[in-house]
């Protein structure tokens, strides 16, 4: 990933205003800056989220709050809580997500 075209910025994520994501059960509202070809989310998961897909985008997820559990599609699976995160490639391993009482994210892709 190459950072270009980003000056020095701040961003208050509380004053973004949120869309809603749907998922298999439960929703996503995501809070989104784009910088060039690099987004930069704060995403909430409501309690019993499970996602509606197998991701293939890559990405960098940090568990700010709660619990996620992310399996993989070869049957792996990990738990992220407050202060552990994860990062996979494009491509390289499709993933999805569920949280029993909902988490709160941050995540670069």
């Not at 190459?2 to 869309?19: A, C, D, H, L, Q």
Request: charged content about 25%.
């Amino acid at each position: 990933m190459e950072m270009k075209n980003i000056p020095f910025g701040t961003t208050t994520w509380s004053e973004i205003v949120p869309t809603e994501h749907k998922g298999e059960t439960g929703m996503a509202l995501w809070r989104t800056q784009q910088f060039d070809n690099i987004r930069v989310r704060m995403v909430e998961y409501s309690a019993g989220y499970l996602a509606d897909h197998w991701c293939k985008k890559g990405h960098i997820l940090l568990c700010l709050e709660g619990e996620l559990q992310t399996e993989l599609a070869d049957g792996r699976k990990f738990t992220l809580t407050p202060g552990v995160s994860y990062q996979v490639a494009d491509n390289a391993e499709p993933h999805r997500s569920y949280t029993p009482n909902g988490v709160k994210l941050f995540i670069v892709d």
